[in-house]
C-alpha cells in the first residue's frame, strides 16, 4: 500500500501542475476575449450616452437663450427699465423678472442687466453703479465684444458671498439691447459649471463611466487650469453643434481595458503555445511514468515464458503462490458477502432499536453498536420517505422490480448525502417507506441541510423514475433518546399527505402549529351530508366538498382521515339501514366497497373526494328511485318544500300544515319520522338554525336580531336551542368561522 501510495503521488505531481496551468491559462484567454466584447459593447454605448448628454445640455442651453433673446426684445419691460433711470417700480419689476428666469431653469446661477445711461447693473436682489459690481470687468469686456448670444468659454464670475468676496466657475450668455447696437443695455446669464456638472452627472453611472466637458479650445470645464488630454480609445466624443463644446464620455480603468481590447493576436499566441506546452508535458510525463508499469510487463512476460517452457512442472513457486493468491481471492470473497449479509441485518436490528428507543434496556450492547457503525454522539435529525400510490406502484411493477427501484432509491439518497458532505443512515423498515437519520457533530443548520437533502431526493426521483416520493422531516434531536421523537414526527408529517398532497416535502414543525378542527364538527357535517343523501336533498355535493376542504386546510393526517371516512361509510350504512332496507343490497354489493377501497388505495383526498364523489352520486340516484316508490313520498316532498320556505313564520306548525294539506296531525308526525327521520319539530328547529348560521357567517346581524327573526320572543331561548345543537352559542360560532376564514386566506 505504501508503495501504491507513491506511485499514486508521483502521478498527481506529475500531471495535475499541468492541468492547472492548462486550464487557468485557457480560462484567461476565455475571459479575456469575452471581456473584448464587453468593452466593444461599452464603446458603443458611450457613443450613445455622450450624443444624449450633449442633446439634453444643448436643449436646456438653447432654452435659456429662447427666453433672454424673448425678454431682451425692444419693446418690452426690460427696455423701459433700460431708458428711464428712477423708477422704482420699473426696477422692481425687472428685478421680477430676472429672478423668474432663475426659477425656471436651475442651471442658471445669477442674471444681471447693464443700463448704458447711467452705468448701473441690476441684479436680483439690488441695482448699483458698475463700478461697485463685483463682475464688473467681464461686463466691460462683453461690451466690447462685436458679436453676443454665445455661451462663453468657462470663467471665474467675481461675487460677494456673506459680506465677503467670492469666486465661482460659470458659463455666460449675453445678449445687446437692442441687439444690432446695444445702445441701451446688456443682459448677461451665468450658468454654474458646478449645476452642469451635477445635470450630466444625473445621466450616468459614476461608479464606471466618467464625464468630461471641454471648449473649443480644450480647455476643461469640470478641471479648472486642465486641457483636453489627447483621445483615448476606449473614450467617445462628441462635438455639440450648438456650442461648439467636447463631451467626452470613458469608462473607468481605460488603461487595462485597451490592453484587453487590442491584444486579441496575443491572446491566441498564448493559447496555442499553451496547449503544444500541454501536450509536449503529457508525452513526456506518461512516458516517465509508465518505466515501472512496463517493467512489471516485462517480468510478468518472462515468468509466462518459463511456464510455457515447463509445462508438465506444476509444483513451481508461481503456480504454489497463484493458487494461493487464488484461495486466498475466493474465500476473502465468500468471507465479504456473509459479512456484507450479516451487516445489513445487524444495521437493520440497530436502526429499529434506535427509531423505537429500546436501546436503553442493554445500555453496553447499544454503545458497542454504535461505535461499530462508526457514529459519534452528536446531533440527530429523521425523514421518512414514503412512495407515492403504493398500491399503483405494486400493481405495475414485479416484486424484482420493486426491489431495483427501492435500493436504487436508497442509493440516490445516500450518494446525495455523501455529496453535501453529511453522515446519515439509510435503510427500508417498511415495503413503502425508507428512513434518513442524518447525524451531524453541530447542532445548528441541521433541519436546513435535512430539507435540501430531502429536496434533491425528491426532485431526482421525480425526474428519473416513473413515480414520485414524498419525504416527511422530523424535529431535530440533541441525544440518542430524542430519535424516537424525531421519529414519530416525521410518520405524523409524512402521514399528512393525504390532506397536503402528494411528491412534496412536509415538515413536522409546519404542521404542528396547525391543530386539528373539533371533531364534532366534522362528524356534524358528516351526518349532514348522510341525511341530505337520504332524503335526496340536492345540496349534498357542496357538503362533501366543504368536508374535504375542511379536513385539507387543516392538514389532516392519515390516519384521522381514514377514521372520518370510515365512520361516514358506518353512518351512511346505518342511515340507509333504518330508512331505506330496499337499499341496503346494492349498498352491500357495490357502493361500500368501492368506497372502503377509496380510502385505502388513495393517497390524496382529492382522490378521495373524487372516487367518493363518483360513487355517491350513483347511490344517490338509486335511493331518488326508491324514494320515489314509496307511498305518500310526492305529499311528503310537496309538505317538505312549504316548511323549508315557510320556516321562518313563527306560527308554522303541524296543525297548519294537517289543515293545508288535509291530513291529520298524528299521521303526518308519523310521515316525518319515516321520511325525513326526524320529528317535525326537531326538522323546523333545523332548518332555522341552519338559517341562524348563515347570517352568522354571512352577516353583521346582532344575535338579538337573529333571534327575532326567527320567532323566539327571548334571546336566551333562541342562545339555548343554538348551543344545544351546534355546540357553540352564536357568538362563539361567529368567532370560530371568522377565524377558519383567515386561516384559509393565509
Not at 304 to 320: C, L, M, R, V
Not at 412 to 430: M, S, Y
Request: charged share 25%.
Amino acid at each position: 500500500m505504501k508503495l501504491n501510495n507513491n506511485y499514486i503521488m508521483r502521478m498527481l505531481v506529475s500531471y495535475l501542475p499541468i492541468l492547472c496551468i492548462t486550464i487557468s491559462v485557457l480560462i484567461f484567454i476565455f475571459f479575456s476575449i469575452i471581456n473584448q466584447f464587453n468593452v466593444r459593447n461599452a464603446i458603443q454605448a458611450n457613443k450613445l450616452t455622450a450624443e444624449y448628454i450633449t442633446n439634453m445640455v444643448d436643449s436646456s442651453l438653447k432654452n435659456i437663450s429662447i427666453d433672454v433673446q424673448k425678454m431682451a426684445e425692444t419693446g418690452g419691460d426690460l427696455e423701459r427699465f433700460l431708458e428711464t433711470t428712477s423708477d422704482r417700480a420699473l426696477n422692481f419689476e425687472a428685478s421680477n423678472q430676472l429672478s423668474n428666469l432663475m426659477v425656471r431653469y436651475g442651471l442658471i446661477d445669477s442674471v444681471y442687466l447693464y443700463r448704458v445711461q447711467d452705468g448701473h447693473v441690476l441684479d436680483q436682489s439690488t441695482i448699483r453703479p458698475l463700478d461697485q459690481f463685483p463682475d464688473r470687468s467681464f461686463v466691460r469686456f462683453s461690451l466690447d465684444q462685436a458679436y453676443t448670444g454665445v455661451w462663453s468659454s468657462p470663467r471665474v464670475r467675481e461675487m460677494t458671498a456673506q459680506g465677503s468676496p467670492a469666486q465661482v466657475r460659470v458659463t455666460s450668455l449675453g445678449f445687446k439691447i437692442p441687439r444690432d447696437t446695444g445702445s441701451l443695455g446688456y443682459l448677461m446669464v451665468n450658468v454654474k459649471i458646478s449645476s452642469l456638472s451635477g445635470f450630466i452627472g444625473q445621466m450616468i453611472d459614476h461608479t464606471i463611466t466618467d464625464a468630461q466637458l471641454y471648449d473649443a479650445k480644450g480647455n476643461s470645464f469640470f478641471h479648472a487650469g486642465q486641457t483636453a488630454p489627447s483621445k483615448n480609445r476606449l473614450s467617445a466624443d462628441v462635438v455639440s453643434d450648438y456650442t461648439g463644446w467636447t463631451y467626452r464620455i470613458s469608462i473607468k480603468g481605460g488603461q487595462l481595458l485597451d490592453f484587453l481590447f487590442h491584444g486579441s493576436t496575443l491572446w491566441v499566441l498564448l493559447g496555442l503555445c499553451a496547449i503544444i506546452l500541454a501536450i509536449g508535458s503529457m508525452f513526456y510525463v506518461t512516458r516517465r511514468n509508465y518505466k515501472p508499469i512496463e517493467s512489471i510487463l516485462h517480468r510478468i512476460d518472462r515468468f509466462s515464458s518459463i511456464i510455457k517452457t515447463e509445462p508438465k512442472e506444476k509444483d513451481n513457486e508461481f503456480a504454489f503462490i497463484d493458487q494461493a493468491i487464488e484461495r486466498l481471492i475466493t474465500n476473502n470473497m465468500a468471507f465479504q458477502e456473509q459479512q456484507q449479509e450479516h451487516m445489513v441485518i445487524r444495521r437493520q436490528q440497530f436502526l429499529q432499536m434506535l427509531l423505537k428507543g429500546e436501546y436503553k434496556e442493554d445500555q453496553a450492547a447499544w454503545e458497542q453498536e454504535w461505535q461499530h457503525f462508526g457514529l459519534s454522539a452528536g446531533h440527530f435529525m429523521v425523514a421518512l420517505l414514503e412512495l407515492d400510490q403504493y398500491v399503483q406502484f405494486g400493481l405495475k411493477y414485479s416484486p424484482s422490480d420493486q426491489s431495483l427501484f427501492k435500493f436504487i432509491v436508497s442509493s440516490v439518497a445516500q450518494e446525495t448525502a455523501e455529496q453535501n458532505g453529511l453522515k446519515v443512515i439509510v435503510e427500508w423498515i417498511a415495503k413503502n417507506q425508507l428512513v434518513i437519520l442524518l447525524i451531524a457533530e453541530e447542532g445548528m443548520a441541521l433541519e436546513h441541510q435535512l430539507l435540501h437533502l430531502s429536496e434533491q431526493i425528491r426532485a431526482w426521483v421525480e425526474g428519473h423514475l416513473d413515480f414520485t416520493v414524498t419525504i416527511g422531516i422530523g424535529t431535530p434531536a440533541d441525544d440518542e433518546a430524542s430519535i424516537a421523537r424525531s421519529f414519530e414526527d416525521a410518520e405524523a408529517a409524512v402521514s399528512r399527505k393525504v390532506s397536503v398532497g402528494v411528491n412534496q416535502i412536509i415538515d413536522a414543525l409546519e404542521v404542528k402549529g396547525n391543530p386539528d378542527r373539533e371533531w364534532f364538527d366534522y362528524l356534524k357535517m358528516i351526518r349532514t351530508i348522510v341525511r341530505q343523501l337520504r332524503m335526496s336533498d340536492g345540496g349534498w355535493p357542496q357538503e362533501l366538498s366543504r368536508l374535504f376542504h375542511e379536513m385539507t386546510v387543516h392538514r389532516m393526517r392519515k390516519d384521522d382521515v381514514d377514521r372520518l371516512v370510515h365512520y361516514f361509510i358506518f353512518h351512511l350504512e346505518y342511515e340507509l339501514g333504518g330508512a331505506l332496507p330496499e337499499a341496503m343490497k346494492p349498498w352491500q354489493q357495490e357502493v361500500k366497497p368501492r368506497l372502503a377501497a377509496a380510502a385505502e388505495q388513495s393517497d390524496t383526498l382529492g382522490q378521495v373526494e373524487q372516487d367518493f364523489l363518483g360513487t355517491l352520486t350513483k347511490l344517490a340516484t338509486q335511493i331518488e328511485e326508491l324514494s320515489q316508490n314509496r307511498r305518500h313520498n310526492a305529499l311528503m316532498r310537496e309538505i317538505r318544500d312549504y316548511v323549508a320556505e315557510q320556516y321562518l313564520d313563527p306560527n308554522l306548525s303541524l296543525t297548519i300544515l294537517s289543515e293545508r294539506f288535509q291530513i291529520s296531525p298524528k299521521y303526518l308526525s308519523q310521515l316525518f319520522k319515516e321520511s325525513i327521520g326526524q320529528n317535525f319539530s326537531d326538522f323546523l328547529i333545523g332548518l332555522r338554525i341552519e338559517y341562524a348560521k348563515r347570517l352568522l357567517r354571512e352577516s353583521d346581524v346582532t344575535v338579538q336580531q337573529i333571534s327575532e327573526m326567527l320567532g323566539y320572543a327571548n334571546p336566551t331561548s333562541f342562545i339555548r336551542v343554538f348551543k344545544k345543537i351546534v355546540g357553540l352559542s352564536p357568538g362563539q360560532y361567529r368567532e370560530s368561522e371568522m377565524k377558519s376564514a383567515e386561516r384559509i386566506e393565509e
